[in-house]
Each structure stands twice: as structure tokens, then as C-alpha cells.
Nanobody, 126 residues
Framework: QLQLVESGGGLVQPGGSLALSCAAS????????KAWFRQAPGKEREGVAC????????IYADSVKGRFTISRDNAKNMVYLQMNNLKPEDTAVYYC???????????????????WGQGTQVTVSS
């Protein structure tokens, strides 16, 4: 059974860094697109970053370009989100998501992603 489990969230001051991890079981990360989304209270779920299979091409939301980096470790079946220079507006629950279609290119829309983790809270505050 496919399962995604996020970890690494927490409280950080503005300008600080956090590294989120997503452990995937039942689905090889190197064959399927993966993405990170976030949802702040009262707001819609927002695509933050995604990584396609094969060529490891990535897409980032404009709001995080230059600050966040998505990556994966195929051997460990893990996906990561390194977040630097965090801002209060980055505060949200962050979710890892997986597209079940083999080799489909990643997008920042939630619709292709059938599998979701439980989320991890990231709070940026002084």
C-alpha cells in the first residue's frame, strides 16, 4: 500500500531554514512525479515545488523561487524540500504528494496527485 510520511516541520524565525522530508513506501520515487504543497488557514492548497521522473526537472512557485529546493534520493525512496530564508508568509501545513501515472511530467496543480501525506506544520515567526 502506498504511503507518504512527511517530517521536519517546526518553528523557525524569519530568515531561518528548515528541511522537510517525505518517505515514500509502495511507490518508487524515481518513476513518478512528486510535489510539495502547502495550505495556510483559510487559504487554498498551493503547489510549492515539484520534480518529474527521469530528467529530474523541477518547477517552483514564484513565491519560493530562489529560496526552496526540491530533490529526491531514489536509493532511499525519499523526497526533500530545503527551505531557506523563510518568511512569515511561508507558514502553513506542508504536504508531500505523488502522481500515480508513470513518467508523467510534474505540475503544481493538485489534480494529478492521488496520494498525499498527512502534512507537517511549518511556522515562521519571531
Amino acid at each position: 500500500q502506498l504511503q507518504l510520511v512527511e517530517s521536519g516541520g517546526g518553528l523557525v524565525q524569519p530568515g531561518g531554514s528548515l528541511a522537510l522530508s517525505c518517505a515514500a513506501s509502495g511507490l518508487a520515487v524515481d518513476y513518478y512525479a512528486k510535489a510539495w504543497f502547502r495550505q495556510a488557514p483559510g487559504k487554498e492548497r498551493e503547489g510549492v515545488a515539484c520534480i518529474s521522473s527521469g530528467d529530474d526537472s523541477t518547477i517552483y512557485a514564484d513565491s519560493v523561487k530562489g529560496r526552496f529546493t526540491i530533490s529526491r534520493d531514489n536509493a532511499k525512496n525519499m523526497v526533500y524540500l530545503q527551505m531557506n530564508n523563510l518568511k512569515p508568509e511561508d507558514t502553513a501545513v506542508y504536504y508531500c504528494a505523488a502522481d500515480p501515472i508513470l513518467f508523467r511530467r510534474c505540475v503544481l496543480s493538485p489534480s494529478p496527485y492521488d496520494y498525499w501525506g498527512q502534512g507537517t506544520q511549518v511556522t515562521v515567526s519571531s
